[in-house]
């Protein structure tokens, strides 16, 4: 560990950063909720398979897209933390025939927290801004996705995500160590029953991390294991949906498993999938119904008010796992961005009370309904 710099000279600078970065954003949550316009976007089919490198770039015709990666991550005192880093970016579909440098035709956003269970509670940041200028974007032949210095891209079989948050940095590199992971049928991922209910989405699991995070003044070298998700689609999830529950796990023989279920209004199951990779790189995956999830525990924010079931029973299957969070307090507010409240926390997995693997489990929709 080493202190870090002081940064109190760099003052003005900040300032300056920031009345532009909320000059970029003001307008975007609108924009982003707005009724599209008619305009042809992008259709998820089954049948149509990966494309690499391309697919990991971005898909601009489609409404929405998502990189995800989540890790641990340990210090050289065996202090342990978890890290998001997630870019989205949005077709808004308005203003797509104004020749304006300005106009907002694809919007990108960025969520990153840093879970560090001596804080007990979660450090978060967030940016929204228009694509454009070079101040933001997200480029198509690759994984190459920023805002101002916030950044994720993939070279040399790795992803590496250099945050400078207001109270966290990251510069950490996620390295493949195995073959990406298609989800549904080679790719094509259902979210309820009817086809259009569907999005292209692989995952990158077991990455190898190593790098820095700092906090505090502090700088801390680090090493762990993460997961990275790629998605993107142009369906709103059905009328019926809520809101849901994910989960990534890389398991600690190697393996790796994947579960959601999209939840209704009346907090029952609505559509369910799941993915489980054995440590002999055999994949199996799962109908809805053959996942289930089972809250065991529950936690509730001082802030917002709202409950999460932060522990879950999860079930693929003939495979069950036991997710206790890492600390309860995980919860996420990216009213300013993307407008949603939600619990997003690093877990463990246990099987019959021994540590199994380690994750993610992502809670939404528990405040209040989602509204797509």
Known sequence: MRPLADETANGGREDALMKRRLFLALPLAALAK??????AFGQVTPGRPLHF????????????????????????????????????????????????????????????????????RLLHDQRAAREGFG???????????????????LADDAFVARIAAREFTFDLRFALTEPLLPQGDGGFSR?????????????????????TIAAAGITASVTGAAW???????????????????????????????????????????WAAGTLRGADGRTRTFSPDRVRFVPLRSWRSPRTGVTYPVAMRVTADDTELVLEPLFDDQELD??????T???????RASVAGREAG???????????????
């Open 334 to 339: 990216s009213r300013a961005s993307t407008g």
């Open 228 to 270: 990275l998700d790629h998605e993107w689609s142009s369906e709103y999830l059905a009328a019926e949906a809520a809101g849901w529950d994910w989960t990534g796990i890389n398991l600690a023989d190697g393996g790796a498993m994947m579960a959601f279920r999209i939840r209704d209004k009346s907090g029952g199951a609505f």
């Open 135 to 153: 101040l933001a974007g997200a480029a198509e032949e690759t994984t190459r996705v920023w805002i101002g210095d916030w950044l994720l891209a």
């Open 191 to 211: 979210k309820g029953p009817a086809t259009v209910q569907a999005s292209y989405y692989y995952s990158a699991p077991q990455l190898a991390v190593s790098g």
């Open 34 to 39: 707005s009724p599209s316009a008619q305009v």
């Open 53 to 120: 490198p391309r697919d990991h770039g971005s898909h601009p015709l489609y409404r929405s897209e998502w990189w995800y990666a989540t890790g641990w991550v340990n210090d050289a005192s065996g202090n342990a933390y978890g890290v998001q880093v997630t870019f989205f970016r949005n077709r808004p579909g308005v203003a797509e025939s104004n020749p304006s440098a300005f106009a907002a035709r694809q919007l990108v956003f960025a969520h990153a927290a840093l879970a560090d269970p001596r804080r007990g």
């Open 358 to 372: 380690r994750g993610y489990l992502e809670l939404t929709g528990y405040g209040a309904p989602l509204k797509f």
């Open 341 to 347: 409240i939600y619990w997003e926390g690093a877990v």
